[in-house]
């Protein structure tokens, strides 16, 4: 995703409602009752992937530690958007529901007060980041990546994991 177009979801609540709309219409995304478990689970594959970056590092197959940090992030997203009783099949479906529900432009009061940290700007872009880098390091024949990158974005999902964790306490999940 284009950082440009990001923009336009995050800067405008008609737009983001639309694409939900048809991202719903296309059965990507689907609301759902407030599965604790569920959620429970996807933080469990997170910080299972977690530990897949550790050793894929050790091992020097950094393709996959990438792809093992967008995995990271992407449970942990999906725990995050079951709180709020949505559950989806799409990257962008998930992104969607956690500019509407949980970037900071978006919270009510009441959120404000549930939550201590919540989603900003730079943690929706890096969520994008380990996605593109995922699709590269899935897709291309590309082998060799940078292990400094790869150990910082590593640390970058951890953050971002551990985010969402917080958040989630907070909501007693």
Same mark, same amino acid.
């Given at each position: 995703?284009? @950082? %440009? ?6 800067? &405008? ?28 689970? *996807?933080?469990?594959?997170?910080? *299972? ?21 967008? %995995? ?18 799409? *990257? ?8 509407? @529900? ?19 700007? @730079? ?11 995922? @699709?590269?390091?899935? %897709? ?8 400094? %990158? ?11 994991? &551990?985010?969402?964790? &917080? ?7």
């Amino acid at each position: 995703m284009k @950082e %440009y177009d990001l923009q336009k979801l995050i800067n &405008n609540p008609k737009i983001l409602d639309e694409k939900i709309k048809e991202l719903m219409e296309k059965k990507l995304l689907f609301k759902q009752g407030i599965d604790k478990e569920e959620a429970k689970g *996807h933080l469990l594959k997170a910080e *299972h992937n977690l530990r897949f970056i550790v050793a894929a590092l050790k091992e020097g197959f950094y393709d996959w530690a990438l792809t093992g940090c967008y %995995y990271s992030c992407y449970h942990a997203a999906l725990a995050l958007i079951l709180t709020k009783g949505y559950t989806s099949k799409n *990257h962008l479906a998930t992104l969607c529901i956690i500019i509407k @529900e949980f970037y900071k432009k978006g919270l009510t009061k009441q959120d404000i007060e549930l939550f201590s940290s919540f989603l900003d700007y @730079e943690d929706i872009l890096f969520y994008i980041e380990t996605k593109n880098k995922r @699709e590269d390091a899935t %897709y291309s024949t590309k082998t060799l990546f940078d292990k400094k %990158y790869v150990e910082k974005l590593r640390i970058k999902s951890a953050m971002f994991v &551990n985010k969402i964790k &917080n958040i989630l306490e907070e909501k007693e999940l």
